[in-house]
């Protein structure tokens, strides 16, 4: 349902929410018992179905429906003969609904769609068919991306060879470094192309050389973990065959009982059950000099989710391992964390009571004279994933429960009629929103981080977001009758982990984070938003680098965490809802009458802030703090409040775009008005 159906009355709009909730229920578990091509003869006689019915083609949902069930070949086989058939029906889908919609978004998608087609599956019949749509559409068959990637992998095959053939360069680690450099950019241009795969090989095989030569085990190290990640990411490719054959089975290592200090209780009952232990995952990084120091435990919770940090004073290797429940000892499960080279600080805390849903603690030891582990029981779960971020060092922990069916914190129920059939303003919004009730908004910065500082003297980036954020939250709460929590309400410091964390937390439904853009040269000024993803342009790396004040060497080594992570992040999601915040800031700014507004686009990047985000999220760099004009653009409340009103309106096209009912008033509603 969308701008050009017919508008329901609010009784049919109820039936038919309730109608696709109950498809949803009966329908929702049967792709996943279908074979691929008993889900593309499904999806076949959806489509069928509805192009037999004139009025379900008025409505958006209907048509998304029917997509979403020829997507689902390609997921239940990715790389198997039915995925390209399912993805060509799922293109033709977006062209037809483009037709009725006029939205360019709907045309992208099918552009995307035909795109991977000839990415993935060269060899396939609908590779000739999705040129031909492409073409008539005045498309280019291979993406932009696709063609850089190439010409990065062709130039870092030729600084390899030139290397290769060089005895004097091969003895300084900074050459292979700039070979394992253009590698990278050449999967980083295209991460899922066709040139992907083998560029991420070449990362391993050059770092493979690279510890011929350093003789360091933490090369070798590295080298294998390039080569199991093409392994697990590219399954079908060759390349993960010759990953295959240069890994080696290793021995998983066994704690010598003498080099345990027995006289930490933690560390004996650690010992003692070790056996019992499964799943060792080394995560590689390069150490500090001296010895590391653990500073403290950190957490947030609630009762499906749970964040817990470490926080080291210096960047070192740890490895985590998942141990089985024991109840002949009466131990539950558990998971720990070992940090090599490290030693506890004197004022740790360490233990730390957590008794929600999932954890019931976590503890803090010295294992062994030279390491430190962090154990945390574990009551039930889902899922978990485990990261480091840099400067300061600190390891994130993310839990996910199971689905309890409990609500947490105050979230919005659906509201009943009364007895006299009226409605509060904003209640169906909020009954129909698709959840949407609940927005984080994070000012960024914040405390003794000031953010970017501005053109004009005393201008600096905390204090202008925090203002813009104040403004954004008033506007949520009244225009879109949905719930606004700041991250921060005064000049505080707040941890980039932690602001993700209070989004998950409060189970919101989006996350917006504000910030105000720089550079050097003055005299670049835009507008641009961004999402979660590996970088794809040194400008994203540049703001990326900024905004997790960090270097942009370290935004290139997140993409060895960040392809498992966003595997839970809502990806698409946060592309649409950045594109949309985008063009409605732009619009709206240009209506209100300012000159001179440029539209940087829709950019992404891996920022630390919406890492683990479990809602779509994304950054919105509102103007150039560093350019004269929009410095001063940026102090004015004029200009904030049209800022907030752009953000405002591609958040409200956001939620129309999931589901068009969402503002629908019901007749006795629009009766009161008019």
């Not at 070449?202 to 199991?228: E, K, P, Q």
């Not at 390491?371 to 922990?397: A, E, G, M």
Request: aromatic content about 8%.
């Amino acid at each position: 349902m969308h701008e050009f159906a017919d508008k329901p009355t609010y009784a049919a709009v109820t039936l038919l929410m309730l109608a696709a909730l109950l498809a949803g229920m009966v329908c929702a578990p049967l792709s996943w018992a279908m074979t691929p091509k008993e889900q593309f003869y499904h999806a076949e006689k959806a489509y069928t179905a509805l192009k037999k019915n004139p009025r379900h083609q008025k409505y958006r949902d209907k048509w998304l429906a029917c997509i979403e069930k020829f997507k689902g070949v390609a997921r239940l086989d990715p790389s198997g003969p039915w995925a390209a058939a399912g993805l060509y029906r799922a293109g033709l889908l977006y062209l037809e609904l483009h037709k009725r919609s006029y939205l360019a978004a709907d045309q992208s998608e099918a552009v995307d769609v035909f795109q991977r087609i000839i990415r993935q599956f060269p060899d396939s019949r609908y590779t000739p068919k999705s040129q031909t749509q492409l073409k008539a559409l005045g498309k280019p068959a291979t993406p932009p991306e696709t063609v850089a990637a190439g010409r990065h992998l062709k130039k870092a095959h030729a600084a390899y060879n030139d290397l290769l053939s060089s005895g004097t360069r091969k003895k300084y680690r900074d050459q292979w470094q700039r070979c394992i450099d253009r590698f990278q950019t050449a999967h980083r241009t295209d991460p899922r192309g066709p040139h992907a795969a083998e560029a991420l090989y070449m990362v391993a095989v050059v770092y493979r050389g690279l510890a011929g030569a350093s003789h360091r085990s933490a090369d070798r190290d590295t080298a294998d973990d390039y080569f199991r990640r093409v392994q697990r990411e590219f399954p079908g490719s060759p390349f993960a065959g010759k990953a295959a054959g240069e890994l080696k089975p290793t021995a998983v290592p066994v704690a010598v009982a003498s080099a345990v200090d027995q006289t930490d209780p933690l560390a004996a009952m650690i010992n003692r059950s070790g056996a019992a232990s499964s799943g060792l995952t080394p995560q590689k990084g390069p150490v500090g000099t001296g010895r590391v120091t653990v500073q403290g435990l950190r957490f947030w919770s609630n009762p499906s989710y749970t964040r817990i940090v470490v926080d080291a004073d210096q960047e070192t290797r740890f490895t985590h391992r998942l141990l089985k429940k024991d109840p002949s000892i009466k131990k539950p499960q558990r998971l720990y964390i070992d940090l090599s080279n490290s030693r506890l600080g004197k004022d740790i805390k360490k233990f730390i009571p957590i008794n929600d849903e999932l954890l019931s603690d976590a503890r803090a030891g010295q294992y062994t004279p030279e390491s430190v582990r962090i154990v945390v029981d574990i009551k039930s779960f889902k899922n978990y994933k485990i990261f480091s971020l840099k400067n300061p060092f600190r390891i994130v922990l993310d839990v996910w429960g199971m689905e309890t069916g409990k609500t947490v914190g105050k979230p919005y129920a659906a509201p009943l009629p009364p007895a006299n059939g009226k409605l509060p303003p904003g209640a169906i919004a909020r009954q129909f929103a698709l959840g949407v009730s609940r927005i984080i908004i994070d000012p960024g910065h914040g405390g003794k981080d000031y953010g970017a500082p501005g053109y004009r003297k005393g201008v600096h980036e905390k204090h202008v977001v925090l203002e813009i954020a104040k403004r954004l939250a008033r506007k949520v709460e009244r225009e879109l009758k949905c719930d606004a929590i700041l991250t921060r309400t005064t000049d505080r410091y707040l941890t980039l982990e932690e602001r993700t964390a209070i989004a998950n937390t409060q189970n919101a439904d989006l996350f917006v984070s504000i910030h105000t853009n720089a550079v050097r040269d003055h005299r670049v000024y835009g507008i641009e938003t961004f999402f979660l993803n590996l970088a794809t342009d040194d400008d994203a790396i540049r703001v990326a680098a900024r905004e997790n004040a960090t270097s942009a060497k370290n935004i290139s080594d997140l993409e060895s965490i960040l392809n498992d992570l966003m595997q839970n992040a809502k990806i698409n999601e946060s592309s649409r809802l950045a594109a949309m915040v985008q063009e409605e800031m732009c619009l709206h700014l240009k209506k209100r009458g300012y000159s001179d507004i440029r539209s940087k686009g829709v950019k992404q990047a891996p920022f630390y802030v919406l890492l683990g985000a479990q809602m779509p999220a994304i950054l919105v760099e509102t103007s150039f703090i560093s350019n004269p004009r929009e410095c001063k653009r940026l102090t004015s409340a004029k200009y904030q409040e049209a800022l907030c009103d752009g953000i405002i309106r591609g958040i409200r096209q956001y939620i129309k775009d999931t589901l068009p009912t969402a503002f629908v008033q019901p007749p006795t509603a629009r009766n009161r008005q008019g």
